[in-house]
């Protein structure tokens, strides 16, 4: 179902040169703002895309992090440097958008790549990631919320 998604997002691959092209498509690129000699300030997403195909690579990141453990091992690195699981899940996402642009533009089958020593190093790495999210909880990494005055 991920697959059919991301194909339908997508559609012609002929349109696309780079994985790059596709992620900016979806609406996961940042926006950059500058002006003059000022350097350039990187912002928020741009959420320019079709949404529900910017959902469908979101999914596609935390259901491939959670079972290939390639994908699986990028999240968990994200998520140790710091980075909410929000985040974490973006950058796994980030990398099935490239693995699937690969395989359609070349028209080839996927090819686990996967070794025992990373499904090991998964396996021993997510109940960790669990147990940190559980203490982590549900607060924002950045940002806090201003209490109303009354």
């Not at 696309?16 to 979806?26: G, L, N, Q, Y």
């Not at 020593?117 to 940190?132: N, Y």
């Amino acid at each position: 179902m991920d697959a059919a998604a991301y194909f339908a997002g997508v559609g012609s691959i002929k349109r696309f040169h780079r994985a790059a092209e596709v992620w900016a498509f979806a609406g996961y690129d940042p926006v950059t703002d500058g002006s003059g000699d000022k350097p350039d300030r990187v912002g928020h997403l741009s959420k320019r895309g079709d949404p529900a195909f910017r959902d469908a690579l979101y999914q596609m990141g935390y259901r491939t992090a959670q079972n290939y453990a390639p994908v699986g091992i990028t999240f968990l690195d994200a998520f140790d440097r710091g980075k909410c699981e929000v985040e974490a899940t973006i950058h796994a996402a980030h990398r099935v958008n490239r693995i699937c642009f690969h395989l359609m533009q070349n028209d080839e089958p996927f090819e686990n790549r996967s070794t025992p020593q990373l499904e090991a190093e998964k396996a021993r790495r997510w109940p960790q990631f669990k147990a940190e999210k559980k203490r982590r909880g549900n607060r924002r990494k950045r940002g806090k919320r201003r209490k109303r005055r009354r």
